[in-house]
């Protein structure tokens, strides 16, 4: 009797099978090529090298080193640490420059351009927007409409302490009234007609006449006689069609009710000076630097 007479035969393909059935389903024998399997082994051998050459394998309070100590974030700071050398002197230049002179230096100036877009890019963009166009609750940085002031001075002030923060003790700081719990819902319809007034948007003058005495013995003590705000006190201008929380009707309204409290952090600690004074230039230029 032949070998090919103990093994089970598929009829339809002529392989044999490995006897194993499930559901009346035979498994035929065909294994591996022999090249795919060496290069199985090899990638085998080749992990383990891997593993025992480079960091690899998680511990409680990091990975293994590897016999080479070969590490990706030292090979990145290495890089960050040649461009940092490579950039002191200027550096150092702009960490003391008078920004109101920096376009006395053109040098300077573009240096302090492209250091600033890099960190607006890292630190800003993701609530000002990659463009500093800003969203609703963070400041539009390309216009002239400022909270605080677009000075040097001011911008740079501002990215130093932040806003309404608990970090910096000279944090800028203001907190707008909320009158829901002051004004009847008829006074609250009243102001908010009456700002709708002063912005150039539809209103009902009925009810925007009526508001006019609120707005002056309630809101112009910050926002100004005329509504055209107050950089002291970090007071929007209402007379524009530039609004931070929107300027509809049921905006404006919930802002009377409720006020606003934007928080930014501050960057004193965590910018080197240059760095302050590159994302300061940067955002100045940006269009709407006073």
């Known amino acids: 009797m032949s070998s090919n007479d103990k093994k089970d035969i598929d009829e339809v393909t002529g392989t044999d099978t490995t006897g194993h059935t499930w559901d009346g389903i035979k498994e035929l024998n065909n294994p591996l090529p022999r090249w795919w399997l060496w290069t199985f082994y090899l ?30 974030r030292g090979e990145v700071a290495e890089e960050i640490q040649r461009f940092e050398d490579a950039n002191a002197e200027i550096s150092a230049q702009l960490a003391s420059v008078d920004l109101n002179t920096l376009s006395e230096n053109p040098d300077l100036l573009r240096f302090a351009n492209s250091a600033g877009a890099a960190v607006f890019r890292n630190s800003c963009s993701q609530c000002h927007g990659s463009g500093a166009a800003g969203a609703v609750g963070y400041p539009n940085l390309l216009d002239d409409d ?127 000076e240059a760095e302050i004074k590159a994302v300061t230039a940067y955002v100045h230029q940006l269009g709407g630097g006073e």
């Open 146 to 272: 400022w909270l605080w002031g677009g000075d040097f001075d001011a911008i740079e002030y501002t990215i130093r302490h932040g806003i309404r923060n608990e970090e910096d003790w000279d944090a800028r700081y203001s907190e707008m009234t909320a009158f829901d719990d002051i004004y009847s819902n008829e006074e609250v319809d009243q102001v908010v007609q009456y700002v709708r007034l002063i912005s150039g948007q539809g209103y009902d003058p009925a009810l925007a006449e009526a508001g006019t005495e609120l707005f002056a013995n309630s809101c112009a003590a910050c926002h100004g006689d005329n509504g055209a705000g107050n950089y002291d006190l970090g007071a929007p201008n209402l007379t524009d069609a530039i609004w931070l929380y929107g300027g509809d009707t049921e905006s404006i309204e919930e802002t009377v009710r409720y006020a606003r409290f934007g928080v930014m952090p501050p960057w004193g600690e965590r910018l080197s």
């Open 43 to 72: 990638t085998i051998i080749w992990g383990i090298g891997y593993t025992i050459a480079y960091p690899a394998w998680p511990m409680i309070s990091g990975a293994t080193a590897g016999v080479l100590g070969y590490s990706t």
